[in-house]
């Protein structure tokens, strides 16, 4: 195997160059692919995991800008709540207030803004700015808000803009009139906003003000201050355009939700409760979050199962299977109570109006037609968070009590284990697995055989993957790679070809995470960073892998036989897609030269030995990478180190195709299915 060995106190600078190790394989492979005798299953899925970590959902994918919109902790014993995010205008003092009676239930804190002193009022206009998710992307464009206000108020309107943090220059302005209602209650305003210039950068704020003079108790308590931009679809509380249209280029499957981690929850109490992420914004509490942030909620799993719409994703719902990150599980006599919320959350999304929950959705949030789950997964890494105790627990009675439940209720869903048949677990028949491989690309490479020996009984879904270390010795020990590179994501191509090859055992797979904001984040390796500047979105290495491989799943794979060569150090896979055209998959790791590849595809040979009839033809395309392995797209730089080649080919006497790849390409050679 290639070492790409970078020393543990220069690895961040990404400088070392890779020693190749040279092998024994023939520099030529010459290969048959025979038209029967593959697997005939669904093709694996190609699919998207999203939890909220790298402010991924809250200053990620979902679009709100104002960060801090409604003073959620979630637990205030981890996340105290605070004014973050927040700063005055001309002169207002901002505090948090714990009023008697709250906008809700679910957000009991608010902001006052105290007009200034009689004697230090200078300025008609006060109020407050929010600096959004470091910083605000501001075009001409309309954008649509709303907030809640409290207290007696005389003025005429409030004020909404939207300005440079730099210079304080006004982009756009509106008027929102005041609305006359009693002072004790909260009054919504919704309002556009439309810019009439653009920012030259991200670096702006949101503001509004208010006449100072209209304020007759000399305070007003805001809550829930909300500015969506132009929305993936025009969905209200929509997700962010530059970042699903990424997502939707990759021609993904399926989507798993809610994660990941964040399922769980840091204790017991702070688990991921579907039915707080429903319905009005201000009934949302919010969730602690489990990667050092307090998170909104709104994101939720209605905006999930619309994501899913809006793509044409499988839905893979992740419920919360009675574990706690750290460590606390529901004993035994209590684990009905995680389960019987787990069947509730299924008639919520696929319960007719007739039952309780669908009747909810359908009645009272407006959603009517019922959603189709055909997969969940219990619990998520339970191998892990609770150790050795929770994990035998976890296959001694939680597992076991969801495994009755469903299929008494919901026969026809597949069930997935959070663990797989690799974590030393015996998962019943007809449950499938999960399995999180996050490997050095060597090890990568090492898998791409894993699942040849097992039984198409041990179903199982790749619900987290990334090459995450060097090879080399840092280990878990060390930091992770700062950014996918070139190297690690041809050693996830392979790892992918090898799940091919065993698509009737493989349910589908994904990067994981999916999305980083580069501003904060837990997780470096990421498929696509983001910012609050668009320009920033960077599509990593393995992204163009991903998408690569994605593009033609294979229905049926088709047996290869060996005339020359062999596997190692060209990797591949061969099959038929959906659309009917026979597909070659490779990758080239750890050669020393370029190999002279011959495909044929045996089931064509009849269309070209007959002079009257053209030769078939196919469209090869390459990737390869820069001469240092360890390149990788850099969002600063606005580079792109993938190179993608698209030739067109003529087969040859036999249905063959002849071409050559380099050291560390990825290639994809699909014939017309014409």
């Given at each position: 195997m290639v070492h790409f060995h970078l020393n543990a106190g220069l690895w961040a600078a990404l400088v070392a160059l890779t020693s190749l190790q040279s092998c024994s394989a023939d520099k030529r492979v010459d290969l048959i692919v025979r038209p029967n005798g593959g697997n005939v299953s669904s093709p694996i899925m190609y699919g998207l995991m999203h939890e909220d970590i790298n402010n991924s959902g809250d200053g990620g994918i979902y679009a709100e800008l104002i960060r801090n919109r409604a003073f959620q902790?979630?637990?205030e014993s981890r996340y105290p709540v605070t004014l973050d995010g927040w700063s005055p205008v001309e002169g207002a003092k901002l505090s948090l207030k714990k009023l008697s009676k709250p906008l809700s239930s679910a957000l009991p804190y608010s902001m006052n803004v105290a007009v200034p002193s009689s004697k230090d009022k200078k300025a008609r206009k006060v109020g407050?700015?929010?600096?959004?998710?470091?910083?605000?992307?501001?075009?001409?464009?309309?954008?649509?808000?709303?907030?809640?206000?409290?207290?007696?108020?005389?003025?005429k309107s409030f004020t909404a803009s939207l300005q440079s943090a730099l210079t304080g220059e006004v982009f756009g302005t509106t008027e929102v009139p005041a609305k006359k209602k009693a002072s004790n209650d909260w009054v919504k305003y919704d309002f556009n906003l439309t810019p009439f210039k653009a920012a030259r950068n991200s670096n702006n704020t949101f503001a509004i003000t208010f006449d100072a003079a209209g304020a007759k108790d000399g305070s007003l308590d805001f809550n829930l201050i909300s500015l969506f931009p132009p929305t993936y679809k025009n969905r209200p509380n929509g997700l962010r355009v530059d970042l699903m249209e990424a997502l939707a280029a990759l021609k993904p499957k399926f989507l798993r939700f809610p994660g990941g981690n964040m399922l769980e929850g840091n204790t017991l109490p702070t688990w991921w409760k579907w039915n707080e992420t429903i319905g009005d914004l201000k009934d949302r509490p919010g969730q602690s979050g489990v990667w050092g942030y307090p998170t909104t909620s709104g994101l939720g799993l209605v905006e999930y199962m619309q994501w899913?719409?809006?793509?044409?994703?499988?839905?893979?719902?992740?419920?919360?299977?009675?574990?706690?990150?750290?460590?606390?599980?529901?004993?035994?006599?209590?684990?009905?109570?995680?389960?019987?919320?787990?069947?509730?959350e299924m008639e919520f999304l696929t319960g007719d109006a007739s039952t309780h929950w669908g009747g909810?959705?359908?009645?009272?949030?407006?959603?009517?037609?019922?959603?189709?789950?055909?997969?969940?997964?219990?619990?998520?890494?339970?191998?892990?968070?609770g150790g050795a105790v929770g994990y035998e627990n976890y296959k001694r009675y939680r597992f076991p009590a969801f495994f009755k439940a469903f299929q008494e209720k919901y026969p026809k869903v597949q069930l997935i284990a959070s663990p797989s048949v690799f974590d030393n677990m015996t998962i019943p028949k007809p449950a499938a697995g999960d399995y999180h491989p996050y490997l050095t690309p060597d090890n990568m490479v090492k898998a791409f055989n894993k699942f040849d020996a097992l039984s198409r009984d041990n179903l199982t879904l790749i619900g987290e993957a990334a090459s995450t270390h060097p090879n080399g010795g840092i280990g878990w020990d060390g930091n992770l790679m700062p950014f996918p590179w070139w190297g690690g994501s041809v050693a996830e191509a392979i790892f992918l070809l090898g799940l091919e090859r065993n698509g009737d055992k493989v349910i589908g797979t994904t990067y994981a995470p999916g999305l980083r904001n580069l501003n904060r984040w837990q997780w470096s390796m990421t498929q696509i960073q983001h910012a609050a500047d668009p320009a920033l979105t960077t599509l990593s290495t393995s992204y163009h892998v991903w998408k690569l491989l994605g593009e033609t799943a294979i229905t049926k794979t088709l047996p290869i036989t060996?005339?020359?060569?062999?596997?190692?150090?060209?990797?591949?896979?061969?099959?038929?897609?959906?659309?009917?055209?026979?597909?070659?998959?490779?990758?080239?790791?750890?050669?020393?030269?370029?190999?002279?590849?011959?495909?044929?595809f045996a089931g064509l040979?009849?269309?070209?030995?007959?002079?009257?009839?053209?030769?078939?033809?196919?469209?090869?395309?390459?990737?390869?990478?820069?001469?240092?392995?360890?390149?990788?797209?850099?969002?600063?730089?606005?580079?792109?180190?993938?190179?993608?080649?698209?030739?067109?080919?003529?087969?040859?006497?036999?249905?063959?195709?002849?071409?050559?790849?380099?050291?560390?390409?990825?290639?994809?050679?699909?014939?017309?299915?014409?």
């Open positions: 902790s979630g637990d407050f700015a929010n600096d959004g998710y470091w910083g605000m992307d501001v075009r001409k464009q309309k954008y649509t808000g709303s907030f809640y206000v409290k207290g007696a108020y005389q003025g899913a719409d809006d793509l044409n994703l499988e839905p893979i719902l992740a419920v919360w299977g009675g574990l706690a990150l750290d460590g606390g599980e529901l004993p035994e006599s209590r684990i009905d109570e995680a389960v019987q919320s787990a069947l509730d909810i959705r359908a009645k009272i949030l407006g959603h009517k037609r019922p959603w189709k789950i055909r997969y969940v997964e219990i619990g998520n890494e339970d191998w892990l968070a060996a005339k020359a060569g062999g596997i190692d150090p060209l990797f591949y896979v061969a099959g038929e897609t959906e659309s009917g055209s026979n597909v070659f998959k490779a990758a080239v790791y750890n050669s020393t030269e370029p190999i002279a590849v011959s495909v044929q040979a009849g269309k070209v030995k007959q002079p009257a009839k053209k030769p078939a033809t196919a469209t090869l395309t390459v990737l390869t990478g820069p001469a240092n392995p360890y390149g990788y797209n850099d969002p600063w730089k606005h580079n792109n180190v993938v190179k993608e080649t698209k030739t067109k080919l003529k087969a040859k006497e036999g249905g063959t195709f002849s071409f050559t790849l380099p050291q560390l390409s990825v290639a994809v050679l699909e014939t017309d299915s014409k």
